[in-house]
């Protein structure tokens, strides 16, 4: 009992005198920190003057080229592939067989329901007649008819089958991927890819706009749109697409289709470039750096030099145009913002301006 006591007073004060190494350790920190924070109470920081500039309302934006078609053809039925007539890079048109599948008993099905067909509508025929002349009822005309119906639908769907083994391009386009090779057995369930198709003659460009820029742009309305891989040559695009709703970056998508030209230069995956263009004039605005609001510029808060020291002012940003945004109010000509350095102050800093 007595050990056990002396070594709970040992654990104690092994406890106690760690606590007091940290608190001391502690303090020693805070005074260092103090030290610095007093050393560095003076951040470095560049600024720049707000002024009223002439400035172009035209603005790009930057997407990637997506086709306007692209399918990837399924087997709908299961069965062997014995013949396929294209390769990757085939163009094809809708409807054309591309691949065909080993239909012996499928026509032979097809031949039956044909003999089928054939014999009720005899049936029929017969029936018919001999009801006009009272030789049978009116119950058996009906029999007769309904089983002339369900024939005629069995010879239907046998054709359909028929036809099923003849895959044909539901689109126009380029192949540009195939799964299969002759030997290949189908799957109906789940359906067995085949074939990716993908049509480029015509394209889509989808950018992003901001609230300010959004305004000027309509559906139906035609821009020019290049791709940074060919250096001159300009696209016509029509913008087909302009979301009622921003996403979770304030940006508003819209979509641009472009119509390829003859040698389909464009591609799927390419990097491009709308130009959209104002039918104002230049206008005299009010602008400063866009690395002068403090996180982004939907904060509407910017710092601002008054005799080195750093007052965060609340401002109502206009439009953005390029590398400068409008400045609608909460500024002046001639006051200097931060714009760099913004992470490092709070409102009172004392600045050193960097020239």
Same mark, same amino acid.
């Given at each position: 009992?007595?050990?056990?006591?002396?070594?709970?007073?040992?654990?104690?004060?092994?406890?106690?005198?760690?606590? %007091?190494?940290?608190?001391?350790?502690?303090?020693?920190?805070?005074?260092?920190?103090?030290?610095?924070?007093?050393?560095?109470?003076?951040?470095?920081?560049?600024?720049?003057?707000?002024?009223?500039?002439?400035?172009?309302?035209?603005?790009?934006?930057?997407?990637?080229?997506?086709?306007?078609?692209?399918?990837?053809?399924?087997?709908?039925?299961?069965?062997?592939?014995?013949?396929?007539?294209?390769?990757?890079?085939?163009?094809?048109?809708?409807?054309?067989?591309?691949?065909?599948?080993?239909?012996?008993?499928?026509?032979?099905?097809?031949?039956?329901?044909?003999?089928?067909?054939?014999?009720?509508?005899?049936?029929?025929?017969?029936?018919?007649?001999?009801?006009?002349?009272?030789?049978?009822?009116?119950?058996?005309?009906?029999?007769?008819?309904?089983?002339?119906?369900?024939?005629?639908?069995?010879?239907?769907?046998?054709?359909i089958n %028929?036809?099923?083994?003849?895959?044909?391009?539901?689109?126009?386009?380029?192949?540009?991927?195939?799964?299969?090779?002759?030997?290949?057995?189908?799957?109906?369930?789940?359906?067995? =890819?085949?074939?990716?198709?993908?049509?480029?003659?015509?394209?889509?460009?989808?950018?992003?706009?901001?609230?300010?820029?959004?305004?000027?742009?309509?559906?139906?309305?035609?821009?020019?749109?290049?791709?940074?891989?060919?250096?001159?040559?300009?696209?016509?695009?029509?913008?087909?697409?302009?979301?009622?709703?921003?996403?979770?970056?304030?940006?508003?998508?819209?979509?641009?289709?472009?119509?390829?030209?003859?040698?389909?230069?464009?591609?799927?995956?390419?990097?491009?470039t709308a130009?959209?263009?104002?039918?104002? =004039?230049?206008?005299?605005?009010?602008?400063?750096?866009?690395?002068?609001?403090?996180?982004?510029?939907?904060?509407?808060?910017?710092?601002?030099?008054?005799?080195?020291?750093?007052?965060?002012?609340?401002?109502v940003a206009?439009?953005?145009?390029?590398?400068?945004?409008?400045?609608?109010?909460?500024?002046?000509?001639?006051?200097?913002?931060?714009?760099?350095? =913004?992470?490092?102050?709070?409102?009172?800093?004392?600045?050193?301006?960097?020239?």
């Open positions: 009992m007595k050990k056990n006591i002396i070594t709970s007073l040992v654990v104690l004060g092994a406890i106690a005198v760690i606590a %007091v190494i940290l608190m001391k350790n502690k303090e020693a920190n805070a005074a260092k920190i103090a030290v610095v924070a007093e050393k560095n109470a003076t951040v470095s920081v560049k600024v720049a003057q707000v002024k009223t500039e002439e400035m172009s309302l035209d603005f790009s934006s930057n997407g990637n080229f997506e086709p306007v078609q692209e399918l990837t053809v399924c087997a709908e039925k299961s069965g062997k592939v014995i013949s396929i007539l294209v390769k990757e890079g085939d163009r094809v048109s809708v409807g054309q067989t591309i691949a065909i599948v080993r239909s012996d008993v499928i026509n032979v099905e097809a031949q039956t329901a044909e003999a089928a067909y054939q014999n009720a509508l005899t049936d029929y025929n017969r029936f018919e007649n001999a009801y006009k002349t009272g030789g049978v009822t009116k119950q058996q005309l009906d029999q007769a008819r309904l089983g002339m119906v369900n024939a005629k639908a069995r010879l239907t769907q046998a054709r %028929v036809g099923d083994t003849r895959i044909k391009a539901p689109i126009s386009g380029i192949i540009n991927k195939r799964f299969i090779e002759p030997g290949s057995i189908l799957a109906g369930m789940p359906p067995t =890819q085949m074939f990716e198709i993908v049509n480029v003659s015509k394209l889509k460009l989808k950018v992003t706009a901001n609230e300010s820029q959004i305004a000027g742009i309509k559906v139906g309305n035609v821009i020019n749109v290049t791709s940074n891989v060919y250096p001159g040559k300009t696209f016509s695009g029509k913008i087909t697409f302009v979301a009622p709703k921003a996403d979770t970056s304030l940006n508003f998508p819209v979509e641009i289709e472009i119509t390829n030209n003859a040698s389909n230069d464009l591609k799927a995956g390419m990097y491009g130009q959209f263009s104002s039918n104002q =004039q230049k206008q005299n605005l009010m602008v400063v750096p866009r690395n002068a609001f403090v996180g982004s510029v939907s904060s509407n808060q910017i710092f601002v030099n008054e005799n080195g020291v750093a007052v965060l002012k609340n401002v206009g439009r953005i145009l390029g590398d400068k945004v409008e400045i609608v109010k909460g500024l002046n000509n001639g006051d200097q913002v931060v714009v760099t350095g =913004q992470l490092n102050i709070v409102d009172g800093t004392k600045l050193e301006i960097i020239k």
